[in-house]
């Protein structure tokens, strides 16, 4: 769940700073300072590219992401969003007991070690190679040992008809230029009539600055433009991409790729949650959605 700063000017912009970018306090400034991040452009930019940099990225912040967000996530648990819902609450996946069933963009893998101890045999994705070695180790320590293959969620190296059920938490959607591509692959390897649940970023955060005071409740950016935002260093090359697509291209991209949508569940932001996350927090919570979990069958 990475957070991003001022998204969608709509331009081919040089890198330039933006509003509060160097001084706020939930900089990653660890992967930052690594990679020589200088600022933000706001640019179209392609799916090897995006790959390349993000790979970078999630491998230079792993360390610092489980320090920050580690105790909330769990070691064996399935956080579904910020909000806080978790899958133990909600059986947006049904029984999984003696089931197939891969993760997409898994991170260090709590909700594969969750899924595994409810009896599933499961397989765990990533792009970051450091993030899979903080998998290994909490499998280790949990002796949970859901199976961890490091793969671009565009192009996984699975065989076809594999799974009874395929997940994603905020897992590689929003770091790839078409959520149909991993879609594709996602229906590949289901099985006819198997479940595919994925949490995104509501896409009417796009429009609000990456702010979780009250700065962040004034729109300010356009909805309809899907111009990547991006992190890039000094060159002009890109460090952090992250892509903006609306609900409508979500929806039409499951029914091209051979989805029916079932449900779409914007949290709510619970009572007593205090947490803040990035971009999340109460103020803003109580406003308007900050995730969107889509609930698919593949027909």
Not at 33 to 61: F, I, K, P, Q, Y
Not at 63 to 77: I, K, P, Q
Not at 160 to 183: E, H, I, N, Q, W
Not at 252 to 280: K, M, N, S
Request: proline share 7%; aromatic share 10%.
């Amino acid at each position: 769940m990475a957070q991003s700063s001022t998204p969608g000017s709509g331009t081919s912009a040089p890198a330039e700073t933006a509003p509060g970018w160097a001084t706020d306090p939930e900089r990653h400034l660890g992967a930052e300072t690594a990679l020589g991040t200088a600022g933000v452009a706001h640019r179209e930019v392609g799916s090897a590219e995006a790959a390349a940099a993000n790979l970078a990225w999630w491998d230079a912040d792993a360390d610092d992401y489980h320090r920050a967000h580690g105790d909330f996530l769990g070691a064996a648990d399935f956080l579904w969003c910020p909000e806080g819902l978790r899958e133990a609450e909600v059986n947006l996946l049904g029984d999984v007991t003696d089931a197939d069933v891969l993760e997409v963009g898994c991170g260090s893998a709590p909700c594969a070690r969750w899924l595994a101890g409810r009896g599933a045999r499961v397989v765990a994705v990533d792009l970051s190679g450091r993030m899979l070695d903080h998998a290994r180790a909490a499998n280790r320590d949990t002796g949970l040992h859901p199976a961890l293959v490091q793969a671009n969620a565009e192009h996984l190296p699975l065989a076809g008809d594999r799974f009874d059920v395929v997940c994603s938490a905020f897992g590689a959607l929003p770091f790839v230029p078409s959520p149909a591509a991993v879609f594709a692959e996602v229906r590949r390897v289901l099985r006819p009539g198997g479940s595919w649940v994925f949490s995104v970023t509501h896409p009417m955060r796009w429009i609000f600055p990456d702010d979780p005071g009250p700065a962040g409740l004034t729109a300010s950016q356009p909805y309809f433009d899907r111009t990547p935002y991006v992190e890039v260093d000094d060159s002009g090359a890109a460090t952090y991409v992250e892509y903006q697509h609306t609900l409508g291209d979500y929806v039409r991209a499951l029914t091209d790729t051979g989805f029916r949508l079932r449900d779409l569940i914007e949290p709510e932001w619970p009572e007593g949650h205090t947490r803040v996350w990035g971009q999340w927090s109460p103020l803003r919570g109580k406003l308007f959605p900050g995730t969107a979990i889509f609930r698919c069958v593949a027909e």
